[in-house]
């Protein structure tokens, strides 16, 4: 890739004025923008002044040297590439360069190819990190705390409280059931870290079968086991200098708690095979939906790594607890659909008062999926109560709302067959209870059984009429 170089300042800094002038021809010719110093003092003020892409610097002058000029340059901009130049080449002052923040090194004399290649390479890295930095700030603005989209008072109290903690290193234990959003939770808290700039590792320790589990975590040696024909990382190590996010701790294996506990305890990890330990910097985010404490007391969980995880507790409310955070979610949910889809679906009164009734097993992950089946099931570009399908598990296993949508899919839109479409769907809806859908309906339960047997409304293609209660 050819760099813009129109738009590439480079700053040329040696007190040789001679040699200066030369490379600053060279520059030149090939569009590059040049600015010079004839040393530190007056290339840092031109710094403060300027915008620089990239500093050429000689390692020794007169008012100090090239790594003087590296440090108080890192102290003003982490963008600014920079390549150090000098004609006393030494593997040393190579490795000790690079390790300061210098993008290259180059031995006086250099021939022009070698400089422009290097200079090319150099603003190619530059514009690589920037790139990366920008798509940090998008994820971070992603998995902000405003992503946890709530307005009632425990969700705001949440919010509050992880922003404050976020940028410390503490260990987090988030609680709450299957669906709160809880991984959601983790990413803003990461995200708004100065570990933003690493990565962050979720593990789920249900997914990740026992005997490996060790393996995926801490990694391997050659010849540890039968398939480890080479060393491997852990999860950890991968994470190193990031966030660990263990979710659902709970169903973690208790051989395997005592070497996470390990972890928190020295910072440390010993692959699988290995004698020697490695030194590791992670922050552990721990998640559940499984009551700890009462895990120890049946000492199916650590009571040490119980302590040690729950030195913050943070706990997401069901969204049952929270019925005022539903609308906001309806239409954060609605926005998204409708801009990803190009579309204009709106919702209706009765379709938010039936969705404000549901007790929510599953939480904002169920809401968020009623949503997107309402939108596939809606008419005319508005989701009515008609169009909100609450399934339990064994609707799921049963197939039974595949029915339903071929059934609403194929109808003539009479009268008769709307009002039967709404009474399966609040049955359906109420699992079947009869005396809690006439309640619904605004029907008496007699008038309700009346409709089943009109329109032969069935439950698993079996007669509901036949099994009265």
Known sequence: MRINSDKSVILLVDDD??????????????????????????????????????IISDLKMTDGSGFDLLAKTRELSQEIA?????????????????????????????RNEELLITVEKALENKNIREELSALREEIAWKYGFDSLVGVSDSMTQLKSLASRVAGTDIVILITGASGTGKELLAKAIHYHSSRRRKRFVPIECTSIPENLLESELFGHTKGSFTSA??????????GDGGTIFLDEVGDMPLTLQAKILRVLQESEIRPVGSTVSKKIDVRIIAATNRDLAEM???????????????????????????IDDIPVLVNHFLKRENMEHEQKITMSNDAMEKLLSHTWPGNVRELENT????????????????DIVFITSGELKSNRIVRRSIDISTETGTLEESLKMRIENMLYANNWNLTLTAS?????????????????????NESVIARKE
Request: proline share 2%; glycine share 6%; net charge positive.
């Open 82 to 110: 920079i390549i150090i130049q000098t004609a006393y080449g030494s593997i040393k002052n190579a490795v000790s360069a690079m390790r300061q923040g210098a993008y290259d090194y180059l031995s006086k004399p250099f």
């Open 440 to 460: 619904k309906l605004g029907i008496g339960r007699t008038t309700l059984w009346r409709k089943i047997k009109k329109y032969n409304i069935r439950k698993n």
């Open 371 to 386: 949503i997107k089946r309402a939108i596939a099931l809606s008419h005319n570009d508005e989701i009515t109560d008609s």
């Open 296 to 322: 120890v007391k049946k000492g199916l969980f650590r009571e040490d790594l119980f302590y040690r995880l729950s030195v913050l507790p943070l706990n997401i409310q069901p969204l049952r607890e929270r």
């Open 229 to 238: 024909h080479t060393d491997g990382k852990g999860l950890f190590e991968e």
């Open 17 to 54: 004025i001679e040699y200066r002038k030369s490379v600053e021809i060279i520059l030149k010719k090939n569009d590059y923008r040049v600015l010079t110093a004839g040393g530190v003092e007056s290339a840092l003020e031109i710094l403060k002044n300027n915008h620089v892409d990239l």
